[in-house]
């Protein structure tokens, strides 16, 4: 009893591990074509950067960007290349610009969003979470034009432009002084200084 009722814990541990696996976003590359015919014996390669939780979900998201631009569908095309891009610096805060487009309730959208983030996917996952919040977009509403590294030139918004600033200080709204365990009471004369 007691080993299974530990196996069913482990079980349920591997599975918010993968739950939170597919909720990350990733960065992928893929390169497709139609397929040669007589007509055209090699036809144009096109190549796009997509963010998707998996290759699956990439190449079906692929699929239907091609089958909106180059009315190429899976049917009559094919993949060459599927690659997950990776940061080259994960480590340095970054600014991105992300230029969507997005269909509500009432029409199509086009939006440019900035965020702070040290990946590209994180700004990706950020701009999710955002719309969702503020806009009710669901993910596959969402259509994500270009994403970009900004300069801190080229920041617009002053929500992002705030975080620029080379004196940069947070406030520390409540500190607590430690008390060695000695001389520590329940009650006190005096309230807690936590400024």
Same mark, same amino acid.
């Given at each position: 009893?007691?080993?299974?009722?530990?196996?069913r814990?482990?079980?349920?541990?591997?599975?918010?591990?993968?739950?939170?696996?597919?909720?990350?976003m *990733? +960065? &992928?590359?893929i390169i497709? $074509?139609?397929?040669?015919?007589e007509? /055209?014996?090699?036809?144009?390669?096109y !190549?796009? =950067?997509i963010?998707?939780?998996d290759?699956v979900?990439?190449?079906?998201?692929f699929w239907?960007?091609?089958?909106?631009?180059?009315?190429?569908?899976?049917?009559?095309?094919?993949?060459?290349?599927?690659?997950?891009?990776?940061?080259?610096?994960?480590?340095?805060?970054?600014?991105?610009?992300?230029?969507?487009?997005?269909?509500?309730?009432?029409g199509?959208?086009?939006?440019? *969003? +900035? &965020?702070?983030?040290?990946? $590209?996917?994180?700004?990706?996952?950020? /701009?999710?979470?955002?719309?969702?919040? !503020?806009h =009710?977009a669901?993910?596959?509403?969402?259509?994500?034009?270009?994403?970009?590294?900004?300069?801190?030139?080229?920041?617009?918004?002053?929500?992002?432009?705030?975080?620029?600033?080379?004196?940069?200080?947070?406030p520390?709204?409540?500190?607590?002084s430690?008390?060695?365990?000695?001389?520590?009471?329940?009650?006190?004369?005096?309230?807690?200084?936590?400024?």
């Open positions: 009893e007691r080993r299974s009722a530990e196996e814990s482990e079980r349920g541990r591997r599975k918010e591990r993968k739950m939170a696996d597919n909720n990350a *990733k +960065e &992928f590359m497709g $074509r139609h397929n040669p015919t007509h /055209m014996p090699e036809p144009k390669v !190549r796009m =950067r963010f998707a939780n290759t979900r990439a190449q079906s998201r239907y960007f091609m089958n909106r631009l180059y009315k190429i569908k899976r049917s009559n095309g094919q993949l060459i290349a599927t690659h997950e891009i990776f940061e080259k610096k994960p480590l340095k805060v970054k600014s991105f610009g992300i230029f969507i487009r997005y269909d509500s309730r009432s199509t959208h086009n939006i440019y *969003k +900035e &965020f702070r983030d040290v990946t $590209r996917t994180g700004a990706v996952n950020q /701009m999710y979470m955002d719309m969702a919040g !503020r =009710r669901r993910q596959s509403y969402i259509q994500i034009m270009r994403v970009q590294e900004l300069a801190t030139k080229d920041v617009r918004r002053s929500y992002t432009k705030q975080y620029l600033k080379g004196n940069l200080h947070f520390l709204p409540r500190r607590h430690r008390i060695s365990k000695g001389k520590r009471t329940t009650f006190s004369r005096s309230r807690p200084k936590t400024h």
